[in-house]
């Protein structure tokens, strides 16, 4: 079993045994931390990436024949709900460290409530403006990252208008060209 499939497994057990496995909440948390622990992810979007498999087979293995647990596939959303579906207190913890790694915060030997207070600020004593030109900085890369997916799911047609479409307006928002 993957340390992904365990986690939600422990995040299930938490919420259905309540104080007499207080613990599985604790280890699901440290199961999901050691994945950016262990692979250093730069964005949310790779650490959410590398749950996708695991949690698809999960909702599978515990909801495969439940025709409310996917979406109709109308509009934008395809595929399992997985908020509704999967335990809250795993979406909790995945939420949390992928929202850490998205503001830059190190979640390495952190435990939940003290990332929890980083990740809200209310640990922080940093210089403001350095906080805003750093969050400022991680909202621009997790926009191209986030570009970057709606770009390869483009058919080709789509593809050739969303370059030109950003050749011709890059320049006009950046103010200025590519050579620093």
């Not at 650490?47 to 087979?57: H, P, Q």
């Not at 996917?70 to 999967?86: D, F, P, V």
């Not at 940093?126 to 030109?133: A, G």
Request: aromatic share 10%.
């Amino acid at each position: 079993m993957s340390i992904v499939y365990e986690a939600i497994q422990d995040a299930l057990l938490s919420e259905q045994g309540g104080a007499i496995v207080k613990n599985s909440e604790e280890q699901c948390y440290n199961k999901l931390r050691s994945i950016q622990e262990q692979n250093n992810y730069p964005s949310s979007v790779y650490y959410l990436d590398s749950l996708k498999e695991d949690e698809d087979r999960w909702m599978e293995d515990n909801f495969g024949e439940d025709p409310k647990a996917k979406h109709s596939g109308k509009g934008k959303r395809l595929g399992w709900k997985y908020r509704t579906y999967m335990p809250g207190k795993y979406w909790n913890a995945r939420t949390l460290i992928a929202n850490a790694i998205d503001k830059g915060i190190n979640v390495t030997g952190k435990g939940k409530s003290s990332l929890q207070r980083e990740v809200s600020g209310k640990d922080s004593k940093d210089d403001s403006s350095t906080e805003t030109t750093s969050s400022n900085l991680n909202k621009f890369k997790k926009s191209v990252l986030k570009l970057r997916s709606y770009y390869d799911s483009m058919t080709v047609e789509e593809a050739i208008e969303a370059v030109q479409f950003l050749n011709d307006n890059w320049f006009s928002v950046v103010g200025h060209s590519t050579d620093f």
